[in-house]
Protein backbone atom coordinates (compact mmCIF):
# COMPACT_ATOMS: atom_id res chain seq x y z
CA UNK A 1 0.00 0.00 0.00
CA UNK A 2 1.42 3.66 -1.03
CA UNK A 3 1.89 5.66 2.08
CA UNK A 4 -0.56 8.43 2.79
CA UNK A 5 -0.40 11.76 2.32
CA UNK A 6 -0.28 12.69 5.68
CA UNK A 7 2.40 10.12 6.74
CA UNK A 8 4.52 11.14 3.74
CA UNK A 9 4.23 14.54 5.46
CA UNK A 10 5.11 13.43 9.04
CA UNK A 11 8.22 11.35 7.31
CA UNK A 12 9.37 14.91 6.15
CA UNK A 13 8.98 16.30 9.29
CA UNK A 14 10.71 13.36 11.04
CA UNK A 15 13.71 14.02 8.42
CA UNK A 16 14.22 17.84 9.37
CA UNK A 17 14.19 17.32 12.82
CA UNK A 18 17.18 14.80 13.08
CA UNK A 19 18.94 17.44 10.72
CA UNK A 20 18.69 19.68 12.35
CA UNK A 21 19.39 18.17 16.23
CA UNK A 22 22.50 16.61 13.86
CA UNK A 23 23.33 19.86 12.77
CA UNK A 24 22.55 21.77 16.55
CA UNK A 25 24.91 18.83 17.80
CA UNK A 26 27.85 19.81 15.32
CA UNK A 27 27.72 23.07 16.14
CA UNK A 28 27.80 22.28 19.72
CA UNK A 29 30.91 20.58 19.49
CA UNK A 30 32.51 23.01 17.24
CA UNK A 31 31.56 25.69 19.44
CA UNK A 32 32.75 23.85 22.79
CA UNK A 33 36.42 22.91 20.63
CA UNK A 34 36.90 26.71 19.24
CA UNK A 35 36.32 27.63 23.37
CA UNK A 36 38.08 25.09 24.82
CA UNK A 37 41.58 25.80 22.03
CA UNK A 38 41.05 29.32 22.62
CA UNK A 39 41.28 28.67 27.14
CA UNK A 40 44.18 26.82 26.16
CA UNK A 41 45.71 28.95 23.69
CA UNK A 42 47.69 30.46 26.79
CA UNK A 43 48.99 26.72 28.40
CA UNK A 44 50.19 24.67 25.54
CA UNK A 45 53.95 24.87 25.59
CA UNK A 46 53.96 25.99 29.06
CA UNK A 47 55.24 23.94 32.83
CA UNK A 48 51.81 22.15 33.72
CA UNK A 49 50.80 23.31 37.72
CA UNK A 50 51.94 21.70 40.54
CA UNK A 51 49.18 20.58 42.15
CA UNK A 52 48.00 18.06 44.85
CA UNK A 53 44.64 16.51 44.36
CA UNK A 54 42.25 13.96 46.08
CA UNK A 55 39.85 11.66 44.84
CA UNK A 56 36.41 11.06 45.56
CA UNK A 57 37.73 7.44 47.19
CA UNK A 58 40.36 9.23 49.48
CA UNK A 59 43.18 8.76 47.09
CA UNK A 60 45.91 11.15 47.19
CA UNK A 61 47.87 12.23 43.58
CA UNK A 62 50.18 14.80 43.06
CA UNK A 63 50.35 15.65 39.69
CA UNK A 64 53.75 17.16 39.93
CA UNK A 65 55.28 13.80 40.58
CA UNK A 66 53.92 12.23 37.96
CA UNK A 67 55.42 14.77 35.66
CA UNK A 68 58.81 13.92 34.01
CA UNK A 69 57.36 9.90 34.91
CA UNK A 70 54.50 9.33 32.36
CA UNK A 71 51.95 11.46 30.39
CA UNK A 72 49.03 13.04 32.57
CA UNK A 73 45.41 13.30 30.55
CA UNK A 74 42.80 15.23 32.61
CA UNK A 75 39.28 15.30 31.73
CA UNK A 76 37.00 17.92 32.85
CA UNK A 77 33.75 16.96 32.94
CA UNK A 78 30.14 17.29 35.03
CA UNK A 79 27.39 14.91 35.97
CA UNK A 80 24.58 16.94 34.21
CA UNK A 81 26.59 17.49 30.58
CA UNK A 82 25.29 15.50 27.70
CA UNK A 83 28.74 15.28 25.48
CA UNK A 84 31.14 14.26 28.89
CA UNK A 85 28.27 11.22 28.98
CA UNK A 86 28.33 10.39 25.65
CA UNK A 87 32.12 11.14 25.62
CA UNK A 88 32.65 8.66 28.10
CA UNK A 89 33.38 5.10 26.85
CA UNK A 90 35.99 6.93 25.35
CA UNK A 91 37.83 8.16 28.18
CA UNK A 92 37.39 4.46 30.27
CA UNK A 93 38.87 2.70 27.08
CA UNK A 94 41.85 5.16 27.56
CA UNK A 95 41.73 4.91 31.04
CA UNK A 96 41.76 0.73 30.21
CA UNK A 97 44.40 1.14 28.27
CA UNK A 98 46.85 3.81 29.75
CA UNK A 99 49.41 1.60 31.01
CA UNK A 100 52.38 2.53 32.92
CA UNK A 101 53.52 5.65 31.11
CA UNK A 102 50.48 7.34 31.24
CA UNK A 103 47.82 8.90 34.40
CA UNK A 104 43.95 8.93 33.16
CA UNK A 105 42.14 11.44 35.93
CA UNK A 106 38.58 12.52 35.81
CA UNK A 107 38.04 16.06 37.09
CA UNK A 108 34.55 16.72 37.90
CA UNK A 109 34.17 20.61 37.67
CA UNK A 110 32.26 20.91 41.43
CA UNK A 111 29.86 23.74 39.29
CA UNK A 112 25.93 22.68 40.19
CA UNK A 113 27.67 19.34 41.13
CA UNK A 114 27.97 17.20 44.08
CA UNK A 115 29.96 13.90 44.90
CA UNK A 116 27.09 12.34 45.23
CA UNK A 117 25.59 12.71 42.28
CA UNK A 118 29.27 11.93 40.73
CA UNK A 119 28.84 8.55 42.58
CA UNK A 120 25.62 7.59 40.84
CA UNK A 121 27.36 8.28 37.52
CA UNK A 122 29.94 6.08 38.18
CA UNK A 123 28.40 3.16 39.40
CA UNK A 124 25.91 3.76 36.21
CA UNK A 125 28.49 3.88 33.93
CA UNK A 126 31.09 1.64 35.53
CA UNK A 127 33.95 3.74 35.64
CA UNK A 128 37.14 2.55 36.53
CA UNK A 129 39.52 5.87 36.53
CA UNK A 130 40.24 7.95 39.75
CA UNK A 131 37.75 10.74 40.14
CA UNK A 132 38.50 14.49 41.44
CA UNK A 133 35.36 16.39 42.26
CA UNK A 134 37.28 20.28 42.18
CA UNK A 135 36.68 22.97 44.10
CA UNK A 136 37.64 25.62 41.06
CA UNK A 137 41.19 25.27 42.08
CA UNK A 138 42.05 23.08 39.12
CA UNK A 139 39.91 24.59 36.77
CA UNK A 140 41.58 27.77 37.34
CA UNK A 141 44.85 26.47 36.61
CA UNK A 142 43.66 24.62 33.53
CA UNK A 143 41.82 27.76 32.44
CA UNK A 144 38.48 25.39 32.51
CA UNK A 145 35.71 27.20 29.70
CA UNK A 146 33.73 23.92 28.77
CA UNK A 147 32.40 20.35 29.44
CA UNK A 148 33.77 18.26 28.88
CA UNK A 149 37.68 19.58 28.39
CA UNK A 150 40.60 17.47 27.81
CA UNK A 151 43.78 18.52 29.04
CA UNK A 152 47.02 16.74 28.20
CA UNK A 153 50.37 16.59 29.83
CA UNK A 154 53.41 15.33 27.70
CA UNK A 155 56.43 13.32 29.53
CA UNK A 156 58.55 16.24 29.69
CA UNK A 157 56.07 17.58 32.12
CA UNK A 158 54.79 20.65 29.90
CA UNK A 159 50.67 21.07 28.44
CA UNK A 160 50.42 19.50 24.71
CA UNK A 161 46.97 19.46 23.72
CA UNK A 162 43.50 21.41 25.31
CA UNK A 163 40.22 20.39 23.59
CA UNK A 164 36.33 19.59 23.71
CA UNK A 165 36.16 16.75 21.77
CA UNK A 166 36.80 13.10 21.72
CA UNK A 167 38.63 12.53 18.04
CA UNK A 168 41.44 11.43 16.32
CA UNK A 169 43.34 15.25 17.30
CA UNK A 170 42.94 14.08 21.12
CA UNK A 171 43.45 10.30 20.34
CA UNK A 172 46.99 12.04 18.35
CA UNK A 173 47.96 13.75 21.27
CA UNK A 174 47.58 11.45 23.57
CA UNK A 175 49.83 9.17 21.58
CA UNK A 176 52.54 11.79 21.75
CA UNK A 177 52.48 12.69 24.91
CA UNK A 178 52.89 9.20 26.01
CA UNK A 179 56.25 8.91 23.70
CA UNK A 180 59.55 9.28 25.67
CA UNK A 181 61.19 12.70 25.82
CA UNK A 182 64.71 13.88 24.85
CA UNK A 183 63.76 17.34 26.49
CA UNK A 184 64.30 18.19 29.65
CA UNK A 185 61.78 17.82 32.20
CA UNK A 186 60.03 21.17 32.82
CA UNK A 187 59.96 22.99 36.30
CA UNK A 188 56.79 22.07 37.53
CA UNK A 189 54.33 25.70 38.91
CA UNK A 190 52.32 25.93 41.78
CA UNK A 191 49.35 28.04 41.24
CA UNK A 192 49.48 31.51 42.51
CA UNK A 193 47.99 31.98 45.53
CA UNK A 194 44.06 33.87 45.24
CA UNK A 195 42.36 35.44 48.03
CA UNK A 196 39.11 34.20 49.33
CA UNK A 197 36.45 36.25 50.60
CA UNK A 198 34.20 34.18 53.31
CA UNK A 199 30.57 36.38 55.48
CA UNK A 200 32.81 39.05 58.03
CA UNK A 201 35.00 39.22 55.62
CA UNK A 202 36.14 43.23 53.90
CA UNK A 203 36.44 43.20 50.16
CA UNK A 204 38.70 45.39 48.59
CA UNK A 205 37.86 47.89 46.16
CA UNK A 206 37.09 46.36 42.29
CA UNK A 207 35.32 47.43 39.63
CA UNK A 208 32.96 45.08 37.71
CA UNK A 209 32.74 45.59 33.46
CA UNK A 210 29.22 45.28 32.20
CA UNK A 211 27.85 44.35 29.47
CA UNK A 212 27.09 48.13 27.96
CA UNK A 213 30.80 49.23 28.63
CA UNK A 214 30.65 50.52 31.81
CA UNK A 215 32.78 50.14 34.92
CA UNK A 216 30.69 49.43 38.26
CA UNK A 217 32.58 49.39 41.87
CA UNK A 218 31.21 46.14 43.30
CA UNK A 219 30.15 48.36 46.20
CA UNK A 220 29.20 52.25 47.46
CA UNK A 221 28.89 54.15 50.30
CA UNK A 222 25.27 55.10 50.03
CA UNK A 223 23.58 51.64 50.45
CA UNK A 224 24.43 47.62 50.29
CA UNK A 225 25.11 46.08 47.12
CA UNK A 226 23.38 41.99 46.20
CA UNK A 227 25.88 40.10 43.54
CA UNK A 228 24.02 37.69 42.27
CA UNK A 229 26.00 35.16 40.67
CA UNK A 230 24.41 33.03 37.93
CA UNK A 231 24.76 31.29 34.46
CA UNK A 232 22.75 32.06 31.53
CA UNK A 233 22.53 29.13 30.78
CA UNK A 234 20.92 27.49 33.99
CA UNK A 235 17.19 27.84 33.08
CA UNK A 236 17.64 26.11 29.24
CA UNK A 237 20.03 23.70 30.17
CA UNK A 238 18.91 22.15 33.32
CA UNK A 239 15.75 22.22 32.25
CA UNK A 240 15.80 17.96 32.31
CA UNK A 241 18.59 16.95 34.02
CA UNK A 242 18.49 19.52 37.05
CA UNK A 243 14.64 20.47 36.83
CA UNK A 244 15.18 22.27 40.65
CA UNK A 245 18.27 24.02 39.71
CA UNK A 246 16.68 25.65 36.68
CA UNK A 247 13.61 26.43 38.45
CA UNK A 248 15.69 27.91 41.03
CA UNK A 249 17.68 30.15 38.50
CA UNK A 250 14.34 31.37 36.96
CA UNK A 251 13.19 32.36 40.10
CA UNK A 252 15.97 34.06 41.17
CA UNK A 253 16.07 36.21 38.09
CA UNK A 254 12.56 37.12 38.19
CA UNK A 255 12.75 37.67 41.95
CA UNK A 256 15.81 39.80 41.55
CA UNK A 257 14.00 42.26 38.90
CA UNK A 258 11.36 43.14 41.28
CA UNK A 259 13.55 43.76 44.31
CA UNK A 260 15.75 45.81 42.17
CA UNK A 261 13.55 48.23 41.74
CA UNK A 262 13.58 49.44 45.60
CA UNK A 263 16.19 51.82 46.68
CA UNK A 264 17.33 50.58 49.73
CA UNK A 265 19.95 48.06 47.78
CA UNK A 266 21.75 47.97 44.73
CA UNK A 267 21.85 45.13 42.49
CA UNK A 268 24.56 43.70 40.18
CA UNK A 269 24.78 40.53 38.26
CA UNK A 270 27.50 38.13 37.69
CA UNK A 271 27.82 35.62 35.25
CA UNK A 272 30.11 32.50 34.78
CA UNK A 273 32.45 31.99 31.83
CA UNK A 274 31.32 28.46 31.60
CA UNK A 275 30.18 28.04 28.53
CA UNK A 276 28.73 31.45 28.16
CA UNK A 277 30.28 34.72 25.98
CA UNK A 278 29.62 38.32 25.99
CA UNK A 279 27.45 37.99 23.31
CA UNK A 280 25.25 35.19 25.18
CA UNK A 281 24.82 36.75 27.91
CA UNK A 282 24.03 40.39 26.32
CA UNK A 283 21.21 37.58 23.97
CA UNK A 284 20.56 36.30 27.84
CA UNK A 285 19.35 39.79 29.17
CA UNK A 286 17.82 40.90 25.88
CA UNK A 287 15.86 37.58 25.67
CA UNK A 288 14.23 38.02 30.08
CA UNK A 289 14.63 41.58 29.66
CA UNK A 290 16.36 41.65 32.59
CA UNK A 291 17.52 45.42 33.52
CA UNK A 292 20.05 44.96 36.51
CA UNK A 293 23.99 45.49 35.19
CA UNK A 294 25.41 42.29 34.26
CA UNK A 295 29.07 41.36 34.19
CA UNK A 296 30.51 37.98 32.47
CA UNK A 297 33.33 36.85 34.82
CA UNK A 298 34.83 34.90 32.10
CA UNK A 299 38.35 34.02 33.77
CA UNK A 300 35.78 32.38 36.48
CA UNK A 301 37.44 34.66 38.83
CA UNK A 302 35.13 36.25 40.60
CA UNK A 303 33.35 32.97 41.55
CA UNK A 304 36.36 31.90 42.86
CA UNK A 305 36.72 34.86 45.19
CA UNK A 306 33.55 34.12 46.13
CA UNK A 307 34.03 30.51 46.39
CA UNK A 308 30.92 29.95 44.03
CA UNK A 309 30.21 26.63 43.05
CA UNK A 310 26.34 26.51 42.57
CA UNK A 311 23.65 29.33 40.97
CA UNK A 312 21.99 31.27 41.89
CA UNK A 313 24.37 32.49 45.06
CA UNK A 314 24.11 36.26 46.50
CA UNK A 315 26.81 37.60 48.47
CA UNK A 316 25.51 40.72 50.00
CA UNK A 317 28.38 43.77 50.54
CA UNK A 318 27.71 46.61 52.89
CA UNK A 319 29.13 50.22 51.90
CA UNK A 320 32.24 49.44 53.11
CA UNK A 321 32.68 46.33 51.07
CA UNK A 322 32.43 43.79 54.06
CA UNK A 323 30.24 40.44 53.33
CA UNK A 324 27.12 40.86 55.41
CA UNK A 325 25.66 37.96 54.11
CA UNK A 326 25.37 34.81 51.78
CA UNK A 327 22.15 32.43 50.68
CA UNK A 328 20.75 30.98 47.97
CA UNK A 329 17.53 32.46 48.17
CA UNK A 330 16.94 35.93 46.68
CA UNK A 331 14.63 37.41 49.60
CA UNK A 332 17.12 36.28 51.98
CA UNK A 333 19.49 38.46 50.43
CA UNK A 334 17.67 41.50 51.05
CA UNK A 335 19.20 43.69 54.08
CA UNK A 336 17.01 44.08 57.11
CA UNK A 337 15.81 47.45 56.22
CA UNK A 338 14.32 47.00 52.78
CA UNK A 339 10.71 47.06 53.05
CA UNK A 340 9.95 45.24 49.31
CA UNK A 341 6.25 44.25 48.53
CA UNK A 342 6.63 40.79 48.36
CA UNK A 343 4.63 38.97 45.36
Known amino acids: MAPSFLGLVAMRYLILLCLFLACASTHASESGQSRAEAAGRSLVGQPAPRMVVKTIDGQTIDLGALYGKKAVYLKFWATWCVPCREQMPHFERTYEQAGPDMAAIAIDVGFDDSVEEVRKVQKQLGLGMPIVFDDGSLGEAFHLRVTPQHVVIGRDGR ?59 AFEAARPTVLLFLS ?112
Open 159 to 217: IAYVGHMADEKLDAALAQARRPSTANVASAIAPKDEPHYDVGDRVPAFDLHTLDGKFLP
Open 232 to 343: PWCESYLAKSRPAIAQSCRSARERADVLARDSHARWLGIASGLWASHDELADYQREHHIDIPLALDDSGALFRRFRVMHVPTLIVLDAQGKVIRRTEEVDAALPPSAAVTRR
